[in-house]
Protein backbone atom coordinates (compact mmCIF):
# COMPACT_ATOMS: atom_id res chain seq x y z
CA UNK A 1 0.00 0.00 0.00
CA UNK A 2 0.96 3.67 -0.40
CA UNK A 3 2.93 4.44 2.63
CA UNK A 4 5.63 7.41 4.14
CA UNK A 5 7.79 6.19 6.73
CA UNK A 6 9.44 9.18 8.64
CA UNK A 7 12.39 8.88 10.90
CA UNK A 8 11.98 8.92 14.70
CA UNK A 9 11.71 11.59 17.69
CA UNK A 10 15.07 13.80 17.60
CA UNK A 11 16.65 15.91 20.90
CA UNK A 12 18.67 18.73 20.12
CA UNK A 13 20.38 21.32 21.42
CA UNK A 14 19.48 25.22 20.54
CA UNK A 15 22.08 25.77 17.72
CA UNK A 16 22.06 22.24 16.22
CA UNK A 17 20.93 20.71 13.21
CA UNK A 18 18.42 17.86 12.42
CA UNK A 19 17.57 15.82 9.78
CA UNK A 20 14.14 14.02 9.35
CA UNK A 21 13.90 11.39 6.75
CA UNK A 22 10.58 10.38 4.80
CA UNK A 23 10.89 6.61 2.91
CA UNK A 24 8.18 6.25 0.38
CA UNK A 25 6.57 3.21 -0.95
CA UNK A 26 3.86 1.43 -2.96
CA UNK A 27 3.73 4.22 -5.77
CA UNK A 28 6.59 5.57 -8.39
CA UNK A 29 8.02 8.30 -6.08
CA UNK A 30 9.48 10.61 -8.86
CA UNK A 31 5.82 10.90 -10.18
CA UNK A 32 4.44 12.82 -7.22
CA UNK A 33 5.90 16.42 -5.29
CA UNK A 34 5.96 15.86 -1.55
CA UNK A 35 5.93 18.40 0.80
CA UNK A 36 6.57 19.31 4.60
CA UNK A 37 4.68 20.74 7.12
CA UNK A 38 5.45 21.05 10.87
CA UNK A 39 2.58 21.41 13.60
CA UNK A 40 4.13 22.90 17.09
CA UNK A 41 2.34 21.46 20.64
CA UNK A 42 -1.15 22.34 20.31
CA UNK A 43 -1.15 24.22 17.31
CA UNK A 44 -1.99 24.44 13.37
CA UNK A 45 -0.14 22.86 10.65
CA UNK A 46 2.23 25.27 8.94
CA UNK A 47 3.68 24.57 5.58
CA UNK A 48 7.42 24.46 5.09
CA UNK A 49 8.07 23.87 1.33
CA UNK A 50 8.17 21.21 -1.89
CA UNK A 51 10.52 19.17 -3.40
CA UNK A 52 10.28 17.58 -6.95
CA UNK A 53 11.33 14.03 -6.10
CA UNK A 54 12.39 13.38 -9.95
CA UNK A 55 14.71 16.81 -10.55
CA UNK A 56 15.04 17.68 -6.90
CA UNK A 57 13.81 21.08 -7.48
CA UNK A 58 12.62 23.27 -4.21
CA UNK A 59 10.74 25.55 -3.02
CA UNK A 60 11.04 27.03 0.70
CA UNK A 61 8.90 29.18 2.35
CA UNK A 62 10.51 32.93 3.18
CA UNK A 63 10.43 32.47 6.68
CA UNK A 64 12.72 28.87 6.43
CA UNK A 65 15.12 30.33 4.02
CA UNK A 66 18.63 29.81 4.46
CA UNK A 67 17.94 27.49 7.27
CA UNK A 68 15.57 24.60 5.60
CA UNK A 69 17.33 22.24 3.03
CA UNK A 70 14.55 19.52 1.39
CA UNK A 71 16.93 16.92 -0.71
CA UNK A 72 15.57 13.80 -2.07
CA UNK A 73 17.49 10.19 -2.95
CA UNK A 74 15.36 8.39 -5.71
CA UNK A 75 17.49 4.75 -5.18
CA UNK A 76 16.12 4.47 -2.19
CA UNK A 77 12.60 6.64 -2.93
CA UNK A 78 13.46 8.73 0.22
CA UNK A 79 12.88 12.66 0.89
CA UNK A 80 14.93 14.46 3.44
CA UNK A 81 14.37 17.53 5.25
CA UNK A 82 17.38 19.40 7.39
CA UNK A 83 16.56 22.45 9.71
CA UNK A 84 19.50 24.44 11.10
CA UNK A 85 20.55 27.28 13.66
CA UNK A 86 17.94 25.26 15.42
CA UNK A 87 15.57 27.28 18.29
CA UNK A 88 12.97 26.14 20.66
CA UNK A 89 10.09 27.59 18.64
CA UNK A 90 11.21 24.99 16.29
CA UNK A 91 10.29 22.24 18.41
CA UNK A 92 7.38 20.64 16.68
CA UNK A 93 5.99 17.14 14.67
CA UNK A 94 7.22 17.23 11.22
CA UNK A 95 5.26 15.60 8.56
CA UNK A 96 6.07 14.68 5.10
CA UNK A 97 2.90 14.79 2.80
CA UNK A 98 2.63 13.93 -0.70
CA UNK A 99 0.71 15.90 -3.65
CA UNK A 100 -2.15 13.62 -4.81
CA UNK A 101 -1.43 14.37 -8.22
CA UNK A 102 0.61 13.03 -10.54
CA UNK A 103 3.41 15.59 -11.38
CA UNK A 104 2.71 14.86 -15.45
CA UNK A 105 -0.59 16.15 -15.07
CA UNK A 106 1.45 19.80 -15.19
CA UNK A 107 -0.02 21.27 -12.35
CA UNK A 108 1.98 21.45 -9.34
CA UNK A 109 -1.28 22.36 -7.29
CA UNK A 110 -2.82 19.72 -5.33
CA UNK A 111 -3.85 18.66 -2.15
CA UNK A 112 -1.70 16.32 0.72
CA UNK A 113 -3.62 12.64 0.12
CA UNK A 114 -0.70 10.53 1.93
CA UNK A 115 1.01 11.95 5.27
CA UNK A 116 3.90 10.26 7.24
CA UNK A 117 3.33 9.22 10.59
CA UNK A 118 5.25 12.75 12.00
CA UNK A 119 8.64 13.06 13.40
CA UNK A 120 8.62 14.75 17.01
CA UNK A 121 11.52 17.06 17.28
CA UNK A 122 12.64 19.27 20.46
CA UNK A 123 14.56 21.54 20.81
CA UNK A 124 15.82 22.18 24.03
CA UNK B 1 0.23 35.55 1.91
CA UNK B 2 -3.46 34.41 2.45
CA UNK B 3 -5.17 34.03 5.43
CA UNK B 4 -7.53 31.24 6.37
CA UNK B 5 -9.74 32.35 9.07
CA UNK B 6 -11.87 29.73 10.27
CA UNK B 7 -14.97 29.56 12.60
CA UNK B 8 -15.52 28.52 14.76
CA UNK B 9 -13.32 27.50 16.85
CA UNK B 10 -15.39 25.29 18.90
CA UNK B 11 -18.43 23.29 17.67
CA UNK B 12 -20.58 21.50 20.62
CA UNK B 13 -22.72 18.91 18.97
CA UNK B 14 -24.11 15.70 19.72
CA UNK B 15 -23.79 12.20 17.58
CA UNK B 16 -26.22 12.34 14.71
CA UNK B 17 -26.60 16.07 14.48
CA UNK B 18 -25.29 18.16 11.62
CA UNK B 19 -22.37 20.16 11.42
CA UNK B 20 -21.17 23.39 9.04
CA UNK B 21 -17.71 24.80 9.60
CA UNK B 22 -16.61 27.80 7.87
CA UNK B 23 -13.09 28.93 6.14
CA UNK B 24 -12.73 32.28 5.25
CA UNK B 25 -9.48 33.82 2.85
CA UNK B 26 -8.19 36.79 2.91
CA UNK B 27 -8.27 37.04 -0.96
CA UNK B 28 -10.04 34.83 -3.80
CA UNK B 29 -8.36 31.37 -3.88
CA UNK B 30 -7.83 30.44 -7.76
CA UNK B 31 -9.84 26.81 -9.29
CA UNK B 32 -10.82 26.21 -5.83
CA UNK B 33 -7.80 25.18 -4.55
CA UNK B 34 -8.87 24.76 -0.99
CA UNK B 35 -9.06 21.45 0.76
CA UNK B 36 -9.77 19.98 4.04
CA UNK B 37 -8.37 18.10 6.38
CA UNK B 38 -9.04 15.47 9.65
CA UNK B 39 -6.53 15.54 12.18
CA UNK B 40 -7.75 13.29 15.42
CA UNK B 41 -5.42 13.50 18.50
CA UNK B 42 -1.69 12.20 17.64
CA UNK B 43 -2.31 11.28 14.50
CA UNK B 44 -1.25 12.89 10.94
CA UNK B 45 -4.05 14.74 9.14
CA UNK B 46 -6.22 12.96 6.84
CA UNK B 47 -8.08 14.35 3.67
CA UNK B 48 -11.15 14.70 3.29
CA UNK B 49 -12.23 17.24 0.51
CA UNK B 50 -10.18 18.43 -1.90
CA UNK B 51 -10.99 21.40 -5.31
CA UNK B 52 -13.47 22.49 -2.48
CA UNK B 53 -15.85 19.85 -3.17
CA UNK B 54 -14.29 16.80 -4.33
CA UNK B 55 -14.21 13.80 -1.56
CA UNK B 56 -11.18 12.01 -1.55
CA UNK B 57 -10.91 8.57 -1.79
CA UNK B 58 -12.68 6.46 1.02
CA UNK B 59 -14.19 9.78 2.72
CA UNK B 60 -17.91 9.09 3.91
CA UNK B 61 -20.67 10.87 1.70
CA UNK B 62 -21.85 12.65 5.03
CA UNK B 63 -18.54 14.49 3.92
CA UNK B 64 -19.29 17.15 1.89
CA UNK B 65 -17.75 20.88 0.50
CA UNK B 66 -18.89 23.65 -0.94
CA UNK B 67 -18.02 27.68 -1.78
CA UNK B 68 -15.70 29.52 -3.98
CA UNK B 69 -13.79 32.64 -4.29
CA UNK B 70 -13.17 33.65 -0.58
CA UNK B 71 -15.94 31.88 1.76
CA UNK B 72 -15.81 27.22 1.97
CA UNK B 73 -18.08 24.99 3.96
CA UNK B 74 -17.61 22.12 5.07
CA UNK B 75 -20.95 20.10 6.20
CA UNK B 76 -20.70 16.82 8.46
CA UNK B 77 -24.14 15.60 7.24
CA UNK B 78 -24.90 13.73 10.54
CA UNK B 79 -22.26 13.39 12.75
CA UNK B 80 -21.04 10.15 13.59
CA UNK B 81 -18.38 8.99 17.00
CA UNK B 82 -15.55 9.13 15.07
CA UNK B 83 -15.98 12.39 13.76
CA UNK B 84 -15.39 14.38 16.57
CA UNK B 85 -11.88 15.70 15.73
CA UNK B 86 -9.85 18.93 14.55
CA UNK B 87 -10.74 20.53 11.18
CA UNK B 88 -8.75 22.23 9.10
CA UNK B 89 -8.88 23.97 5.54
CA UNK B 90 -5.98 24.89 3.44
CA UNK B 91 -5.10 26.89 0.55
CA UNK B 92 -2.67 25.04 -2.22
CA UNK B 93 -3.29 27.62 -5.15
CA UNK B 94 -1.21 30.12 -3.99
CA UNK B 95 2.65 30.23 -2.88
CA UNK B 96 3.25 29.87 0.54
CA UNK B 97 0.44 27.59 0.39
CA UNK B 98 -1.54 28.34 4.44
CA UNK B 99 -3.78 25.97 6.44
CA UNK B 100 -6.79 27.93 8.99
CA UNK B 101 -6.19 27.72 12.44
CA UNK B 102 -8.52 25.03 12.63
CA UNK B 103 -12.15 24.24 13.87
CA UNK B 104 -12.53 21.60 16.83
CA UNK B 105 -15.77 19.42 16.86
CA UNK B 106 -16.61 18.24 20.44
CA UNK B 107 -19.08 16.12 21.73
CA UNK B 108 -21.63 17.88 23.79
Known amino acids: QVQLVQSGAEVKKPGASVQVSCKAS????????MHWVRQAPGQGLEWMGI????????SYVQKFQGRVTMTRDTSTSTVYMELSSLRSEDTAVYYC??????????????????WGQGTMVTVS | EIVLTQSPGTLSLSPGERATLSCRAS???????LAWYQQQPGQAPRLLIY???SRATGIPDRFSGSGSGTDFTLTISRLEPEDFAIYYC?????????FGQGTKVEIK
Open chain 2, 51 to 53: GAS
Open chain 2, 27 to 33: QSISSSY
Open chain 1, 51 to 58: INPSGGST
Open chain 1, 97 to 114: ARAKDDILTGDVHAAFDI
Open chain 2, 90 to 98: QQYGNSPQT
Open chain 1, 26 to 33: GYTFTRYY
